[in-house]
Nanobody, 116 residues
């Protein structure tokens, strides 16, 4: 079992920045890929960014050049630095991990609202 706790969401004006954090606990030795997803009101849950245990990253086209995912393996934490925020980035952001045995776990979600 892996437990995930997210933090760092909130209200930000367009053009601003926020950093999300997700701390993992439990069977952390089994974690392979860490990721962030988001779900806007009335929409499905979409992949935002992923990072492998080796540090390889991948981003949705909508956030490339604005968001950066990183991970601190010593702290078992994954981050999402979000810059140049737009109103369309408004969503609940979820942390996700995929273990080496292909099990997946989700955090509880953190709300990000971008509005003037």
């Amino acid at each position: 079992q892996v437990q995930l706790v997210e933090s760092g969401g909130g209200l930000m004006q367009p053009g601003g920045s926020l950093r999300l954090s997700c701390a993992a606990s439990g069977s952390i030795f089994s974690i392979n890929v860490m990721a962030w997803y988001r779900q806007a009101p009335g929409q499905g849950r979409d992949l935002v960014a992923t990072i492998t245990s080796g540090g390889s990253t991948n981003y949705a086209d909508s956030v490339k050049g604005r968001f950066a995912i990183s991970r601190d393996n010593a702290k078992n934490t994954v981050y999402l630095q979000m810059n140049s925020l737009k109103p369309e980035d408004t969503a609940v952001y979820y942390c996700n991990v995929l273990t080496k045995k292909s099990l997946t776990y989700w955090g509880q979600g953190t709300q990000v609202t971008v509005s003037s």
